[in-house]
């Protein structure tokens, strides 16, 4: 992807603007980039304005200082760069960390959306054992470096059967994964343990809403990205994918994408 840089909140946002259309803005994932997308940007990009910032601290956006990025942090990124491209409202879907940020950014700006969906990502908080795996997570970034964390995470993102069948992919995401500022890395992880529950966001939502989810994610599963029903919500199923359908089923995904924003 053609990458860009701009000055923003205090640091520098890296991001990629093409196409024209539907402004679609897409977050990815925690120790992710832009390049996550790479594989449906070229496909969005055919029919809309494909907006994808690397999130503070991951790919090419410098880090803060903050020892917490909230997921409001990223929700205000996000609205800057917004304003920033000359967008007045877009369709803002956000992978995993990039829902989080996403919801955030449904309570902060609804004015700003189109519409919102969360792709493999949830409205509830950490539970008791996700606060303790993500002190755990800070713990190994600290002691051990980021390698060894990326190294246990990224085989953990795919369907088990994607581990031995896209190796290339595999490969892929962890060289995104080292591009992860440590300290930012820390910082995310305690915004990501800290965060509320925002299902009353789903719920109360005046725009359409995607949740998309794969039947073999061991992150987020079914019945946590699918936490509210109405008849704004889309549920959307990717059968065989992980976490990371932008990777494993990048033309299921696109599908489900385009097929939303023509459903606006």
């Known amino acids: 992807m053609n990458m860009q840089t701009i000055p923003l909140n205090g640091g520098i946002t ?4 093409q196409g024209e259309g539907v402004p679609v803005v897409l977050l990815h994932g925690f120790c992710g980039s832009s390049a996550y997308w790479d594989e449906v940007v070229p496909l969005l990009a055919q029919g809309c304005r494909v907006i994808v910032p690397d999130l503070r601290g991951h790919g090419g ?7 917490v ?5 990223f929700a205000g990124d996000v609205a800057s760069l ?3 491209l000359d967008t007045e409202r877009v369709v803002l879907l956000g992978h995993s960390l990039g829902g989080y940020a996403t919801l955030a950014f449904a309570d902060k700006y609804p004015d700003k959306l189109l519409g919102f969906g969360l792709i493999h990502s949830t409205a509830f908080p950490d539970d008791e054992k996700g606060k303790e795996g993500r002190l755990k997570s800070q713990q190994t970034i600290k002691e051990q470096g980021l390698p060894a964390f990326v190294e246990g995470l990224i085989p953990k993102l795919f369907a088990p059967s994607h581990v031995e069948t896209m190796p290339e992919a595999v490969r892929k995401a962890k060289e995104i994964g080292l591009g992860t500022n440590p300290e ?8 990501m343990r800290t965060r509320p529950d925002r299902n009353h ?15 073999e994610d061991q992150i987020v599963p079914l019945e946590r990205a699918f936490s509210v029903t109405g008849e704004r919500i889309e549920q959307k199923r ?8 932008m ?10 994408i385009l097929d939303f924003i023509g459903r606006l």
């Open 14 to 17: 890296a991001y990629s603007d």
């Open 61 to 67: 956006s410098s880090a803060r200082a903050e020892q």
């Open 69 to 73: 990025y909230t997921m409001d942090n």
């Open 82 to 84: 917004a304003d920033a």
């Open 184 to 191: 930012a890395a820390v910082a995310t992880l305690e915004g």
């Open 201 to 215: 966001i789903l719920s109360a939502a005046k725009v359409p809403v995607l949740l998309a989810a794969g039947t």
């Open 238 to 245: 990717i059968t065989g994918a992980g976490h990371m359908s």
């Open 247 to 256: 990777m494993e089923a990048p033309g299921e995904l696109t599908k489900i």
